[in-house]
T-cell receptor, first 112, second 113 residues
Framework: EDQVTQSPEALRLQEGESSSLNCSYT??????LFWYRQDPGKGPEFLFT???AGEEKEKERLKATLTKKESFLHITAPKPEDSATYLC?????????????FGTGTLLAVQP | DVKVTQSSRYLVKRTGEKVFLECVQD?????MFWYRQDPGLGLRLIYF???????EKGDIPEGYSVSREKKERFSLILESASTNQTSMYLC????????????FGPGTRLLVL
């Protein structure tokens, strides 16, 4: 069964303290892995799509990487405005067309 | 910029009422989706549509129906609202080909009393 597990569930960092969020996945054939940011009470905001192992993408203080079993979202020198829930999702070649399977997210709090 | 809008940010309804949630996208996307999001359960797919008048059930379609009469508009209908349908409802859209990245609307928080 296709599955996405994110860890940790919650993470508290001091401003400037770099860290990584993990997304482990099990799919029969990965079409794409997606990272989203979600602020409280709002819809998810798209960050990155990764398609193959070894691929990396960056945006400001965020860098996403992908292996055959997991993806990491590295946050370098975070600021309080990076506080949000970060969601990971995968799309499977073998599943229903266009369907995304989501993890339950990592709640990140960055303290000044 | 992709824009997905939802008709209401907050709704309060009574048990048994018929509820309509509407979603509009302006990117000419073929695919549109309805999810619900609950604490600890993540996002779960209710229905999706890959073309006008076409729909497919997601993981939790029971108690819901959908309508897509125009390409840009996708409606979620709760035929007879129940308290266990209290949730955050999120609409998304994507192209059928290419990256298929889904773009989300701001969400509707529905409370059923």
């Amino acid at each position: 069964e296709d599955q996405v597990t994110q860890s940790p569930e919650a993470l508290r960092l001091q401003e400037g303290e770099s860290s990584s969020l993990n997304c482990s996945y099990t799919v029969s054939g990965l079409r794409g892995l997606f990272w989203y940011r979600q602020d409280p009470g709002k819809g998810p905001e798209f960050l990155f799509t990764l398609y193959s192992a070894g691929e990396e993408k960056e945006k400001e203080r965020l860098k996403a990487t992908l292996t055959k079993k997991e993806s990491f979202l590295h946050i370098t020198a975070p600021k309080p405005e990076d506080s949000a829930t970060y969601l990971c999702a995968v799309q499977n070649y073998g599943g229903a067309t266009n369907k995304l399977i989501f993890g339950t997210g990592t709640l990140l709090a960055v303290q000044p | 910029d992709v824009k997905v809008t939802q008709s209401s940010r907050y709704l309060v309804k009574r048990t048994g009422e018929k509820v309509f949630l509407e979603c509009v996208q302006d990117m000419d996307h073929e695919n549109m989706f309805w999810y619900r999001q609950d604490p600890g359960l993540g996002l779960r797919l209710i229905y999706f549509s890959y073309d006008v008048k076409m729909k497919e059930k997601g993981d939790i379609p029971e108690g819901y129906s959908v309508s897509r009469e125009k390409k840009e508009r996708f409606s979620l209908i709760l035929e007879s609202a129940s308290t266990n349908q209290t949730s955050m409802y999120l609409c998304a859209s994507s192209f059928a080909g290419g990256s298929q990245t889904q773009y989300f609307g701001p969400g509707t928080r529905l409370l059923v009393l």
